[in-house]
């Protein structure tokens, strides 16, 4: 039996079934994303390009506890850096990762709970 594309509103058909690769990266990516910190860094980032001094005051968190954070988002891709000066600043360069980050919190109200279609 032939696996069938899922066609929701909104949705392209995949045309191949994801690579053994492609499915270990994509969990990565999400183990990623999957720390409440992390992926408020993440969106922080996906709106403007700011230093880890900067990220930690927007996030509410201490500033050597968003360095760990940003060196993994580094280590996987997600994030990158780049010296302005004495500083390293933080940008996400991939519109996908950006998209991503934007469509979860379209699909969640802010109450947490899932918005409707």
């Known amino acids: 039996m032939a696996l069938q594309p899922h066609r929701g509103a909104g949705y392209a058909a995949t045309p191949t079934v994801p690579t053994p690769a492609q499915l270990q990266a994509a969990a990565e990516t999400f183990a990623m994303l999957a720390t409440p910190t992390r992926l408020h860094l993440v969106w922080l980032l996906s709106q403007q390009d700011l230093d880890v001094g900067s990220l930690a005051e927007r996030a509410g968190a201490p500033v ?11 280590l996987t891709g997600v994030v990158s850096a780049h010296r302005e000066g004495r500083r390293q600043i933080y940008t996400v360069d991939d519109p996908h990762v ?17 918005t409707a279609d």
């Open 98 to 114: 950006v998209t991503l980050v934007e469509q979860i919190f379209q699909h969640i109200a802010p109450d947490g709970t899932l």
């Open 64 to 74: 050597a506890a968003v360095s760990q954070h940003l060196a993994k988002l580094r």
